[in-house]
């Protein structure tokens, strides 16, 4: 079963307008993490931003928040004010438990678009 | 300024040839991570490595193996390449677990096309 979903392969937004990429996830485990990934045409992995299971709050990041609705198994990423430099692969990513190590499973991806 | 770096951006192997892709970090990390990339299918985890000489199988070990005999660096091995091993490969690292959040910090990638 799928661990992590994203149901958008593809999305597109005006410049400046803001735009939600969904992120569904599935685990029993009480404690885990929440990445999210930008992947740019150049092909690194640039890390944007990172919910805790037991945060209270929304993470925020500049430009990019966490929408984090725990209940759901939900952690969607929200992005104010498109840029044209935001056109890019975007992954959503959980790490379960805590162990010295973390093994990440991540998401098919969601690829933005931002149109002038 | 954090770095993880990998032997080549491109290679292109022939079925049944020994391959061996490199991946240095200069971030004194205990874990690193190798990922094949393949459209629709996100990140998928090979191996990782949280010391060295230890090494743990990921979802899709079967074909590879791995090698780390220096905390700062982490080999893939294709040990008889397969044109379905066509694919992109990233290396990451992180620090353990504790505490804080710790993201994984990834190379440029290595695209390896198997004729």
């Known amino acids: 079963a799928q661990k992590i979903t994203q149901t958008q392969p593809g999305m597109f937004v005006q410049e400046k307008e803001a735009v939600t990429l969904d992120c569904t996830y599935d685990?029993?485990?009480?404690?885990?993490?929440l990445f999210w990934y930008k992947q740019p045409s150049s092909g690194e992995m640039i890390f944007l931003i990172y919910?805790?299971?037991?945060?209270?709050q929304n993470a925020t990041e500049g430009r990019y928040s966490l929408n984090f609705q725990k209940a759901r198994k939900s952690a969607n990423l929200v992005i104010s004010a498109s840029q044209l430099g935001d056109s890019a692969m975007y992954f959503c990513a959980m790490r379960e438990g805590t162990t010295s190590y973390d093994k990440v499973i991540f998401g098919p991806g969601t690829s933005l678009s931002v149109i002038p | 300024d954090v770095k993880v770096t990998q032997s080549s951006r491109y290679l292109v192997k022939r079925t049944g040839e020994k391959v061996f892709l490199e991946c240095v970090q200069d971030m004194d990390h205990e874990n690193m991570f190798w990922y094949r990339q393949d459209p629709g299918l996100g990140l998928r985890l090979i191996y990782f490595?949280?010391?060295?000489?230890?090494?743990e199988k990921g979802d899709i070990p079967e074909g590879y193996s791995v090698s780390r005999e220096k905390k700062e660096r982490f080999s893939l091995i294709l040990e008889s390449a397969s044109t379905n091993q066509t694919s992109m490969y990233l290396c990451?690292?992180?620090?353990?677990?504790?505490?804080?959040?710790?993201?994984?910090?990834f190379g440029p990638g290595t695209r390896l096309t198997v004729l």
């Open positions: 919910q805790g299971s037991y945060d209270q």
């Open positions: 990451a690292s992180s620090r353990p677990v504790g505490g804080t959040y710790n993201e994984q910090f």
């Open positions: 490595s949280y010391d060295v000489k230890m090494k």
């Open positions: 685990t029993s485990d009480p404690s885990y993490g």
